[in-house]
């Protein structure tokens, strides 16, 4: 079942692999159906599975091992078809936060030109492990929502609010009126990430490996920071360095609990 994109929306498409499943159906996700391996039915996996699924009066297909082989995506013998997956809306993301003191210590990915699943998927994980609030796309030449990024997040999708915005500059301004403080990967800054005191609500901004964000969207920034390691080697992937970046904000802001 391939996926289908329609305006705002990833319309029908099939998730594969135990945990995008299992989270799927945990976090209240519509699921039209569950196909399970009948190599691993009467495994703990596939038990876990199909009562979770019974108790939501979900369908739930037993097919041949060798049928999931035809899988655009390794399966672990589970699959899933997802109806309706609706991306979020910032505004009503920060909306939501300024009703207490969440907005305070808020964090906000914004994902510029990244287009490779395999790195959304990783980026979106770590966005997940660390508690982001939201994590933003653009709507044009970006990586979408799709049952490689479901995979490879390990199901964590369905515990990150993905924004896509047509226009990541007016987004950024939006954040700033927010209370925002915006800093820009880019490894040709000065200052370094452990300098930042991350004082305010915070939004960090990745661009494409290749080339980092673009200059107008680093322009807009407050700030630009890199991320120090050996003198010979340029650069990181820029899943691991979100990761890096999320780990010391969550280390200052948690390190005294």
């Not at 297909?61 to 060798?66: R, V």
């Not at 049928?67 to 309706?84: E, H, L």
């Not at 030109?113 to 997940?128: F, K, V, Y």
């Amino acid at each position: 079942m391939a996926a289908e994109e329609q305006g705002n929306f990833v319309n029908k498409f099939t998730i594969f692999g135990f945990h995008p499943v299992y989270e799927a159906i945990q976090s209240g996700i519509p699921v039209e159906k569950i196909i399970i391996s009948r190599s691993v039915f009467n495994r703990r996996r596939g038990q876990s599975i199909l009562k979770s699924a019974g108790d939501l009066g979900i369908e739930v297909e037993i097919l041949p091992g060798d049928r999931f082989a035809s899988f655009p995506v390794p399966s672990q013998g589970f699959a899933a078809a997802i109806s309706q997956y609706r991306y979020h809306d910032i505004r009503e993301i920060v909306g939501g936060l300024k009703t207490g003191d969440a907005i305070k210590k808020s964090v906000v990915l914004i994902l510029s030109g990244i287009n490779d699943p395999q790195n959304l998927g990783a980026i979106i994980r770590s966005a997940a492990f660390f508690g982001v609030d939201a994590l933003i796309t653009s709507l044009h030449r970006s990586a979408t929502i799709t049952a490689s990024v479901y995979k490879v997040s390990a199901g964590m999708v369905s515990r990150v609010r993905v924004c896509r915005e047509v226009n990541i500059s007016q987004t950024i301004n939006f954040l700033k009126k927010e209370g925002y403080w915006i800093y820009g990967a880019d490894v040709r800054a000065m200052k370094r990430l452990e300098d930042i005191k991350f004082n305010f609500p915070v939004a960090f901004v990745f661009g494409a490996e290749d080339k980092g964000p673009g200059k107008l969207i680093l322009d807009n920034c407050d700030e630009t920071f890199s991320i120090k390691g050996r003198s010979d080697v340029d650069s990181l992937n820029v899943s691991v360095a979100a990761g890096i970046s999320l780990s010391r904000i969550f280390y200052l802001r948690n390190s005294n609990k």
